[in-house]
T-cell receptor
Framework: GENVEQHPSTLSVQEGDSAVIKCTYSDSASNYFPWYKQELGKRPQLIIDIRSNVGEKKDQRIAVTLNKTAKHFSLHITETQPEDSAVYFC??????????FGKGTMLLVSP | DAGVIQSPRHEVTEMGQEVTLRCKPISGHDYLFWYRQTMMRGLELLIYFNNNVPIDDSGMPEDRFSAKMPNASFSTLKIQPSEPRDSAVYFCASSWALEGAYNEQFFGPGTRLTVL
């Protein structure tokens, strides 16, 4: 089955800095890669996703890049703010399979 | 729509007791998922349903766990008997589809289960 590795497990940045979280996947047939944000004590919520037919997608301060050859994808957050502090999960799936999640990255943004 | 609804939000029970977690998916969603979240293992899929029919229960850890979906608006996850290692946050999620533009999964608020 699919295996998703996520790094780093924790990431501390200063407000205004950029943050990058990386994930690798094992199944070359995977074609859908969502990112979920989970604030402390809250539910995971989708913040951005990318499909295998594109290499990059942006939404305001967040962006996701995909390298299918290397089987890795990354979340980029620019101009970080304290409210970006949360646990971020990457996931991947192929066609009609279910999502496989990474273990999560705890992002701490210090004012 | 109120989103995915789960109850109870917190459950504390003693080892050996039966625990029942409840979920109401978003109206119109055909897929319902049950996940377990722990620090050690992250988010694990336990089982999912399509149109009330269980499709894949390979993630259910053992026979002590069972799940049902008697109708499109209600599902339960039951643990009997419960053990301390079952302590976790259990999330229910639903989606319109498994593939394509409408496959986003919407999560409920979760049930934090503590088994003493």
């Amino acid at each position: 089955g699919e295996n998703v590795e996520q790094h780093p497990s924790t990431l501390s940045v200063q407000e205004g800095d950029s943050a990058v979280i990386k994930c690798t996947y094992s199944d070359s047939a995977s074609n859908y890669f969502p990112w979920y944000k989970q604030e402390l004590g809250k539910r995971p919520q989708l913040i951005i996703d990318i499909r295998s037919n594109v290499g990059e997608k942006k939404d305001q301060r967040i962006a996701v890049t995909l390298n299918k050859t290397a089987k890795h994808f990354s979340l980029h957050i620019t101009e970080t703010q304290p409210e970006d502090s949360a646990v971020y999960f990457c996931a991947s799936k192929e066609g009609y399979s279910t999502l496989t999640f990474g273990k999560g990255t705890m992002l701490l943004v210090s004012p | 729509d109120a989103g995915v609804i789960q109850s109870p939000r917190h459950e504390v029970t003693e080892m050996g007791q039966e625990v029942t977690l409840r979920c109401k998916p978003i109206s119109g969603h055909d897929y319902l998922f049950w996940y377990r979240q722990t620090m050690m293992r992250g988010l694990e899929l336990l089982i999912y349903f399509n149109n009330n029919v269980p499709i894949d229960d390979s993630g259910m850890p053992e026979d002590r766990f069972s799940a049902k979906m008697p109708n499109a608006s209600f599902s339960t996850l039951k643990i009997q008997p419960s053990e301390p290692r079952d302590s976790a946050v259990y999330f229910c999620a639903s989606s319109w589809a498994l593939e394509g533009a409408y496959n986003e999964q919407f999560f409920g608020p979760g049930t934090r289960l503590t088994v003493l």
